[in-house]
Every structure is written in structure tokens, then in C-alpha cells.
């Protein structure tokens, strides 16, 4: 798991598109479940390219529209739930801390305590 911080005003997309460049290729057909704001093509190429098959849906006004696996999709909301476990932590929450390196050191803290709980 690796994440990437980044301006609030900052578009989802191009940030996820960076964190791509970082994933490694895998051996095996894995599922990359993402959100509407990444279901570009450019995105799915390259996730396609890493061995990755992504289960996106298509947003409604797409011309050409593709398959996706609805109930795997479903699962996304583990991400969600993720997210707001780690929302937890009033640190994170708020934002108190300036330095990125600081920050970025709690978010690991805050996953490591996630996991072991």
C-alpha cells in the first residue's frame, strides 16, 4: 500500500496517474478497484499495461461504455470505510502538523495502528 499527499484544490486523477508510475507490474491478473474520477482511458491503459484489470464504472454521459464486474465493485466501500478509519485520529482529521514528513509519518502510524486492531 503506498499513498502520495497533495494539495486539497489538487483533481484526483492526475494524482493517481503518478501513483501508477510507482506500482509495480504484477504476475497475475490483479483487480484495481477505483472511482469515477479515475476511469479515464489513459488510466485503465496503463493499469491494464501493469497487469491490473480495472473495475471502474463508466460515468453516465460516456459514449463508449464498458462492462464492469458490479459486485466486486461493491466492495470499494472498504476503501471508504478505510478512509474514514483513519479520520479517526483527530491529527489526521485536522491537519495540525506542517511539515509534510510529519504527516505523512502519522498516516503511517495511524495504518499500522488500523491493522493491528
Excluded at 499495461?49 to 459514449?63: F, M
Excluded at 510529519?102 to 495511524?110: E, H, I, K, N, T
Amino acid at each position: 500500500m503506498t499513498f502520495s499527499l497533495s494539495g486539497g484544490e489538487k483533481n484526483d486523477s492526475p494524482e493517481g496517474m503518478k501513483l501508477l508510475n510507482f506500482t509495480p507490474l504484477v504476475e497475475e491478473n490483479e483487480y484495481l478497484l477505483m472511482d469515477r474520477a479515475y476511469q479515464g482511458d489513459n488510466m485503465r491503459l496503463i493499469a491494464k499495461e501493469l497487469g491490473y484489470e480495472t473495475i471502474v464504472p463508466p460515468k453516465c454521459n460516456r459514449l463508449h461504455k464498458w462492462e464492469y464486474d458490479r459486485e466486486l465493485y461493491k466492495r470499494r466501500n472498504e476503501i471508504e470505510r478505510f478512509f474514514r478509519r483513519l479520520k479517526r485520529f483527530r491529527r489526521i482529521f485536522t491537519r495540525y502538523d506542517k511539515l509534510d514528513i510529519v504527516y505523512s509519518g502519522f498516516v503511517l502510524f495511524a495504518m499500522i495502528i488500523d491493522s493491528l486492531v
